[in-house]
């Protein structure tokens, strides 16, 4: 126990494991648990009147509850789960939406805060690119704006007609993709201000599931009907799958595109389309896939819960992990292929590549989004639902 605070109705204490306990004043017995705080509770005091909690924390946030109602607010942002993320060596730039204003902003390690001036247009989307020093925007009314980090407006583009539900820069930082509920893809050249190309959907509005490769302006875009397209200037579709695409990835060296479906089926492609591999075995939809950064191995995570290793070469099953509960909404292997991270619905995990389970770690909140990692596969960050922020460095 850290602090503790006594009212004519409740006594509270916090404590280092990041938790309030309440207690009835009168027969001490325990009431509830407050939770929502990041860190040690170091500090707590009702009001006069004892119908307020007030609670400081080395997370950085002060939250004020309601005791009677097990309820609380705090003074510090609250995230969007949709975030962008540029891990340094040493420290990391989050941009993120803050839900209570609205504004979308920049949060640096060194506390350093900047607020996008994207002016009055509401907005759906946006990424990090070129090493943090691009964002892009995606609007409700259809626009995509680029800025530089912590300066000025580059360019702006209006050629979608309806909301733009994502978008990923091409690791130079000169090509921007774009998905919109006008049932199109597109591709940006973001140095010569001008669209590339763009491919419609036969459906109602266009699958999030795309990449662009890493040494070329090209990109593989998913559809809810079973393809996969492999596109810039001109347009490859390949008969993929049996039902809607839920996740592609391109190798590092571009050689080789992988696709996961609803089908249950994992399949490798080379990046003009040829079936190399065909993986079945997962029990359940097949949401995430990534390759290891060598190239030799591919990891799919489903719905069962269990995440499959598949070696490229041998073209057979390396290892599984198991221990996740639902969807797995990502997964990264380390820069020596030699460990993994993947986060379901309220946990991160850490395996080895043959399957060996090596720590956990539980959110407070749920459906995160994504988990992303450093080179060094030292840091790893993620939001939940609750709009908490996690910047973990695993022991």
């Not at 009835?24 to 307020?52: E, Y």
């Not at 002060?62 to 040493?90: A, E, M, Q």
């Amino acid at each position: 126990m850290l602090c503790c605070a006594y009212s004519t109705d409740f006594i509270a204490a916090g404590g280092a494991d990041s938790y309030i306990e309440v207690w009835n004043s009168l027969d001490f017995q325990h009431l509830f648990t407050l939770s929502g705080h990041m860190g040690w509770v170091h500090s707590c005091n009702f009001s006069a009147s004892g119908n307020r909690l007030i609670s400081s924390s080395v997370d950085g946030h002060v939250k004020i509850w309601d005791p009677t109602g097990k309820v609380g607010r705090d003074n510090g942002p609250s995230f969007s789960r949709r975030f962008g993320l540029h891990l340094h060596s040493s420290t990391y730039s989050l941009l993120a939406q803050d839900t209570r204003t609205s504004k979308l902003k920049v949060w640096s390690g060194d506390d350093d805060k900047w607020e996008v001036p994207t002016g009055n247009g509401e907005i759906k989307s946006w990424c990090f690119g070129s090493h943090g020093s691009l964002i892009a925007v995606g609007y409700v009314s259809g626009e995509v704006e680029v800025f530089e980090t912590k300066g000025s407006s580059l360019v702006r583009f209006d050629d979608h007609t309806d909301k733009i539900r994502h978008c990923m820069f091409s690791p130079s930082g000169n090509h921007l993709v774009t998905c919109s509920d006008d049932k199109t893809h597109r591709l940006w050249d973001i140095e010569g201000k001008k669209l590339v190309n763009s491919i419609e959907s036969d459906t109602k509005r266009a699958n999030k599931a795309c990449c662009i490769f890493n040494h070329s302006p090209r990109v593989v875009s998913a559809t809810f009907t079973g393809e996969i397209k492999i596109w810039s200037a001109s347009v490859n579709v390949v008969d993929a799958h049996d039902d809607s695409v839920t996740s592609v990835a391109v190798s590092s060296d571009d050689s080789t595109i992988a696709s996961v479906s609803v089908d249950r089926e994992v399949k490798v492609w080379s990046s003009s389309g040829s079936l190399l591999h065909h993986f079945s075995g997962h029990r359940d939809v097949v949401r995430s896939c990534t390759f290891a950064v060598s190239g030799r191995y591919l990891a799919s995570g489903s719905d069962d819960g269990q995440i499959k290793i598949w070696n490229l070469e041998s073209g057979r099953q390396e290892g599984a992990c198991t221990g996740h509960e639902g969807w797995i909404v990502g997964i990264r292997f380390s820069n020596d292929d030699s460990k993994l991270v993947s986060i379901d619905k309220n946990c991160i995990r850490w395996f080895s590549k043959s399957g060996e389970f090596l720590q956990s770690y539980h959110l407070k909140g749920q459906f995160p989004k994504a988990v992303l990692v450093n080179d060094a596969f030292t840091a790893f960050f993620t939001i939940d639902d609750s709009g908490f922020s996690y910047c973990l460095q695993r022991v």
